[in-house]
């Protein structure tokens, strides 16, 4: 009976939650199993959804009940400050998904923040070091000095392997150690085409989000680049692979930031000293992909950002990258696909997507009681018997 009971909200509300989840009225009508006609009269005010099809209606926008009884839309939410596409894909409507990820950023910084409020802890600001960009002379010295600052936040070591998850998962725990929340897309739902990364500038937490479809070496890059960003308090659409400046202010910073990501995490002096470079040189003869790959493994990099890191040193021209970036670009996707881990573990995966360093902050707070297991759980988005699972698959353990 109470299923019936209209559900006396904002007409305003409805729309909002519609217009923010991407969703234009038919797609939005046929996901609510309701006429168009009834969506509009919903959103008009002409009539009002049940307490059941308000339900509905929360799962399809991805919101909680609640928002719909807040007194007005909330403001300023949902304006993006920067994030990556795959270079050539256009810019259009958000997806569905996409929204999904971007208010879920927001709500896991938001939780963050009040984990250290409950402390009486103010958040990490180290992550903005001393200094900007032209306090450094130049992007090169800038790039050096975000290196070293990175390698200084973390114990951890980092030294001959070609793991390209050792170099991913060392950048990434580098940034978690200076307070930058780094997190990745869910389940594939947001495609590489949409966006490949984006970030959020704040004074305190800001965040990065990876596209959890990527492969390992283009994440790492990715995050470089959108760090890069963070520090330079940038904003606008990214496009990925800008191989020079150019007079277009957008494209020129994307070129910057690439730059800058590049020399992080192959630095000039390391490449040059390269043995596989070294040879190349020596010989006179043209990369080939396979030299490629196994130059940039050492550094976790993708054969296609080596190659592009040999133009700008001057060492390959940018007319032999024009000509053999989509053929390596190919060999290298082919490659990933073949040596990808296609096993399915919802626990590792939940606390990739939320992000390693943001579960184990929360499994610390939740072990030492800071906050209880139903918090806990909701800041994990899971169920209380999930929590430690999530924790262990995070690399927390207790004490």
């Known amino acids: 009976m109470a299923a019936s009971i209209p559900a006396l909200v904002d007409p305003a509300l409805l729309r909002w939650a519609r217009e923010t989840a991407g969703l234009a009225v038919p797609a939005a009508s046929r996901r609510l199993g ?3 006609d009834e969506l509009f009269a919903w959103e008009g005010g002409e009539a009002h959804a049940t307490i059941d099809q308000l339900r509905t209606a929360a799962k399809v926008y991805k919101r909680t009940l609640a928002v719909f009884f807040l007194d007005s839309p909330p403001g300023g939410f949902d304006t993006l400050r920067d994030f990556r596409r795959v270079a050539g894909s256009p810019a259009g409507a958000w997806s569905p998904e996409l929204h999904a990820d971007y208010r879920r ?9 009040e984990l250290l409020e409950m402390e009486d802890r103010q958040p990490e600001l180290s992550w903005r070091f001393q200094g900007t960009a032209s306090d450094h002379g130049d ?5 050096a000095a975000i290196r070293a600052h990175l390698v200084a936040a973390t114990a951890a070591k980092l030294r001959g ?5 050792a170099h991913f998962n060392y950048w990434v725990g580098a940034l978690e150690s200076l307070g930058v929340l780094v997190l990745h897309s869910r389940g594939g739902g947001v495609s590489q085409e949409e966006m490949r990364a984006l970030s959020l500038y704040f004074d305190e937490v800001p965040v990065v989000m990876l596209n959890g479809a990527d492969a390992v070496r283009g994440r790492l890059f990715s995050l470089l680049h959108e760090y890069a960003h963070l520090l330079l308090h940038s904003e606008g659409v990214c496009d990925l692979v800008t191989a020079r400046r150019t007079l277009n202010p957008d494209v020129a910073l994307e070129a910057r930031c690439n730059e800058i990501a590049a020399e992080v995490l192959m630095p000039a002096s390391a490449v040059l000293r390269s043995d596989v470079v070294r040879e190349r040189q020596s010989s006179g ?9 196994e130059a940039a ?7 296609e950002s080596f190659l592009l890191r040999l133009v700008t040193l001057g060492l390959v021209g940018q007319g032999f990258y024009d000509a053999k970036r989509a053929e390596f670009r190919l060999a290298y996707e082919t490659h990933e696909r073949s040596v990808h881990d296609h096993g399915g573990d919802w626990y590792r995966s939940a606390a990739r997507d939320l992000g390693k360093g943001y579960v184990r902050l929360v499994a610390d707070a939740y072990a ?3 906050i209880d297991s139903l ?18 698959a995070a690399g927390f353990t207790a004490g």
């Open 368 to 370: 030492r009681r800071v």
């Open 285 to 293: 003869g043209d990369w080939d992909y396979d030299s490629l790959a």
């Open 139 to 143: 992007d090169a010295a800038f790039a």
């Open 375 to 392: 918090t806990a759980a909701t800041y994990l988005d899971g169920k209380v018997g999930q929590i430690e699972r999530i924790a262990a």
């Open 34 to 36: 309701i006429e168009e």
């Open 105 to 113: 950023a927001h709500v896991q910084r938001d939780n963050v923040l």
């Open 297 to 303: 493994a050492p550094f976790g990099t993708s054969a």
């Open 161 to 165: 392997t070609e793991d390209r998850y």
